[in-house]
């Protein structure tokens, strides 16, 4: 085995750590209006959050189905020891039904509330300009576009997470008799 001394082990450590750093990742988006976010599929599509609002990622866990709540809540999860309802874009949309083998949690959060959705996969994150989001395209339905911010590229469509969360339509407070 090859001796080395301190300072040569020091200085090829550094050396594989500048090539492991993620800077693109780790520094701010370069303008003010580029915003980081999370990327996901369902149903073939992209999607995206502002990555601000996602609290984490995770792999979907066991749903407990609610009674009394519309079809697109999927239910509830437990995610340390915090019971957070999942919300179902797909049946949101109006998407294709299906439910993927390895599907994901994406933890939404906005002050003390928090919405789980379910995403086929989580793509990764990446940077959008909010300056070249585009409007709805004409074939997408009012469910498809009642919580969009618009139309990136690739396409992606850019989800307002904030109005997920307060639109008091998915609200989870329903009573059984």
Same mark, same amino acid.
């Given at each position: 085995?090859?001796?080395? @001394?301190?300072?040569?082990?020091?200085?090829?450590?550094?050396?594989?750590?500048?090539?492991?750093?993620?800077? @693109?990742?780790?520094?701010?988006? @370069?303008?003010?209006?580029?915003?980081?976010? $999370?990327? !996901?599929?369902?149903?073939?599509?992209?999607?995206?959050? @502002?990555? =601000?609002?996602?609290?984490?990622?995770?792999? %979907?866990?066991?749903?407990?189905?609610?009674? %009394?709540?519309?079809? !697109?809540?999927?239910? $509830?999860?437990?995610?340390? =020891?915090?019971?957070?309802?999942? &919300?179902?874009?797909?049946?949101? !949309?109006?998407?294709?039904?299906?439910?993927?083998?390895? %599907?994901?949690?994406? $933890?939404?959060? =906005?002050?003390? /509330?928090?919405?789980?959705?379910?995403?086929? *996969?989580?793509?990764? $994150?990446?940077? &959008? =300009?909010?300056?070249?989001?585009?409007?709805?395209?004409?074939?997408?339905?009012?469910?498809? /576009?009642?919580?969009?911010?618009?139309?990136?590229?690739?396409?992606?469509? !850019?989800? *307002?997470?904030?109005?997920?969360?307060?639109d008091p339509q998915i609200a989870v407070n329903e009573t059984v008799d």
């Open positions: 085995m090859l001796q080395t @001394d301190g300072a040569e082990e020091r200085r090829i450590l550094q050396e594989r750590a500048k090539i492991l750093a993620r800077p @693109d990742v780790v520094e701010a988006a @370069d303008s003010a209006d580029e915003i980081y976010v $999370v990327q !996901f599929l369902v149903a073939g599509q992209s999607y995206a959050f @502002d990555g =601000s609002m996602v609290r984490e990622v995770s792999p %979907c866990k066991q749903l407990t189905r609610i009674p %009394c709540t519309p079809r !697109f809540i999927a239910g $509830v999860v437990n995610v340390r =020891s915090e019971i957070i309802p999942v &919300l179902d874009i797909r049946n949101l !949309f109006q998407l294709p039904a299906g439910w993927p083998n390895n %599907c994901k949690l994406i $933890v939404l959060q =906005s002050a003390d /509330t928090r919405l789980g959705v379910l995403a086929d *996969d989580v793509i990764g $994150v990446t940077t &959008l =300009s909010l300056a070249r989001l585009q409007p709805p395209l004409p074939n997408m339905t009012p469910e498809q /576009t009642r919580y969009m911010r618009g139309l990136a590229d690739g396409p992606i469509i !850019f989800i *307002d997470a904030q109005s997920l969360i307060d």
